[in-house]
């Protein structure tokens, strides 16, 4: 099957300062990344995605990054806010199906 | 997950019963994924479904479980003869085609007594 596997399942951080969520990809087929955040009891809610063709993208506060010579993604939250608390997966689509990592939890302390 | 309605939101079945899971996707979406996940952990994928049509069924379990997704109304999920080990939150996925953004349901946590 396939691997997405997150570096840290746990991650702490001062409300304001910035967080990184590093995500590890074994696909090289795959071509698109999309990352969620899961709060409690709630389905996925989509944050950003990614195509392979690109390194880098932006979103509101959210920048992803991709880097295809060691298959890692990145997600990265400007000014974390308690409201970021949850639980984020990558996922990545190689073909008719998504693959998703086991998650990491960010907790933001104010 | 605006737009993807799941229904039940909670569903409690007893050992050997039948548990159907229905998803209404985005207005305008043709595709539907589900997935299972138990918790603290990913989701996995089980179905990707086309209106009257199984795309790939790979993460489903040979028995017991089915899919479907009809021309008109909800794609269904049906687990026949629960076991305690169903015992997880489903969710469904839709998109208007492939390649683009997935939107999540709410999720059904099923509950096998």
């Known amino acids: 099957g396939e691997s997405v596997g997150l570096h840290l399942p746990t991650l702490s951080v001062q409300e304001g300062d910035n967080s990184i969520i590093n995500c590890a990809y074994s696909?090289?087929?795959?071509?698109?990344f999309i990352w969620y955040k899961q709060e409690s009891g709630k389905g996925p809610q989509f944050i950003i995605d990614?195509?392979?063709?690109?390194d880098k993208r932006q979103g509101q506060r959210v920048t992803v990054l991709l880097n295809k010579t060691v298959k890692h993604l990145s997600l990265q939250i400007a000014a974390t806010q308690p409201g970021d608390s949850a639980v984020y997966f990558c996922?990545?689509?190689?073909?008719?199906?998504?693959?998703f990592g086991t998650g990491t939890s960010l907790t933001v302390i104010p | 997950n605006a737009g993807v309605m799941q229904n039940p939101r909670h569903l409690v079945r007893r050992r050997g019963q039948e548990a159907r899971l229905r998803c209404s996707p985005m207005?305008?979406?043709?595709?539907v994924y589900w997935y299972r996940q138990l918790p603290e952990e990913g989701l996995k994928f089980m179905v990707y479904?086309?209106?009257?049509?199984?795309?790939?069924e790979s993460g489903m379990p040979k028995e017991r479980f089915s899919a479907e997704f009809p021309k008109e109304g909800p794609s269904i999920l049906r687990i026949q003869q629960v076991v305690r080990g169903d015992s997880a939150a489903y969710f469904c996925?839709?998109?208007?085609?492939?390649?683009?953004?997935?939107?999540f349901g709410p999720g059904t946590r099923l509950l096998v007594l």
């Open positions: 696909n090289s087929a795959s071509d698109y």
């Open positions: 996925a839709s998109l208007g085609q492939a390649k683009e953004t997935q939107y």
């Open positions: 479904l086309q209106k009257e049509n199984i795309i790939d």
């Open positions: 996922a990545e689509n190689p073909g008719n199906q998504f693959y």
């Open positions: 990614i195509r392979s063709n690109m």
């Open positions: 207005k305008g979406h043709s595709h």
